[in-house]
């Protein structure tokens, strides 16, 4: 077993040109796959419920959960460093908590992934139906191609992240620079001080699925192989850049549009702001399409067609039907997916972090205070997330 990872980090360290790399590059590119799964869909859902809950109060879920976000991710990053073998995040829950945790981590990592993809096609559908035919039309055809091109490219498994994650990330941040500098001056102060305590809790779990990156930990270890040491700071720096992103872009939409600003948030701010949608949730498919794909090669052990087939082709059929039954919209895919997936995922994390600590089998590059009043107030949130959004 040692030989075949020894040799699929090989292949990787190939297919993302890092053989022989710098500490500059590896720390760039693994904060450029942990930013590139952070900031997608939900960037565009934010503007949405802070307009319709008021910005401060959303200004306030993001720092709260992005500082929840970010020590699971520390935690999460530390279990990944105390493990030799490597694996997805089933993987460490069946290592640390067995089976039942295994399989719950399963359930939350596929149906979280499959709420993204599902929002993804959504948003790029919509996006591109608004940007050449001036309305809504043909969100779902565009919606099915842009899967099925994503489909070959996810293919090609790890090798895709080194031509489009890093370009695409740094793309992202330069766009987003422009847009701030360019619209400031349209911002209406006035638009950012509205606020409606009836929706207090609306935007919890759209900005809990805009944060989430649980599953971009273990690329960033591989990516990181021998340069562990910049584990936490490559977690920290890009929580904070998606922190500062999201808040920026959400100041000059909702200071722009105030309360008529749509569930896509794009969509009404001209062609470059849609163009930065879409390349936000190009990025992020890429990331997590990638990660659940070696979920189900390196824990699952399915072949590599069945885990591409399931990873790219049942979200087309799911789109398919929520399109065609008009069931969900954006932010409540959004929301649904991030609070359901989010929530499980954080809690399964937290419990595996104290066998990690006695049962890992190696010393970890970080050390995170693990007392359980900590991990219990950590939980007792994504819990009452769960409630809050089910009930």
Known sequence: MRGVLVKERREIFNALGLRG??????????V???????????VLGIP??????????TLIYIFAIG??????????????????????????????????GSKLMEFATVFGIYSAIVAYMLGVGESFSFLFFGNGSYTTLIGVLFGVGMSGIIWRGIKALKRFEKIGVLIVLVLLAVIFFVFVDNVTWSNLYSSNISKLFLPFGVVLFALLSFHAIPE??????????????VIITSILISIVFYILFTLVVVGFKGVETPEVATLVLGPVFIFLGILTMFT???????????????????????????????????FLIIQL?????????LSIGGVVAGGITGILILLMVKEAKKHGDRKPEYKMPSSWILITILCSIFIIGILLELF
Not at 48 to 57: E, K, N, S
Not at 74 to 85: C, D, P, Q, V
Not at 287 to 304: P, V
């Open 32 to 42: 450029a796959v942990l930013v590139g799964t952070c900031i997608g869909a939900g």
């Open 284 to 318: 992020s498919y890429l990331a997590i399409g990638n990660a659940l794909q070696e979920n189900f090669i390196l824990d699952e052990r399915y072949k590599k067609k069945k885990a591409w087939f399931l990873t790219t082709i049942i979200p087309i059929i799911i």
């Open 48 to 57: 949405y419920v802070a307009a319709q809950t008021g910005f401060f109060i």
């Open 220 to 233: 960033v270890e591989i990516v990181l192989h021998k340069r562990e040491k910049f584990m936490k700071s």
């Open 67 to 100: 500082g929840v976000v970010l020590l699971v991710n520390l935690y999460l990053g530390e279990i990944a460093l105390r493990t030799e073998a490597k694996h997805q995040l089933p993987g460490y829950a069946e290592r640390y908590i067995g089976k039942w």
């Open 325 to 333: 039954g008009n069931l969900f919209s954006f932010t409540m895919i």
């Open 21 to 30: 790399s710098s500490d500059r590059k590896r720390f760039i590119t693994a």
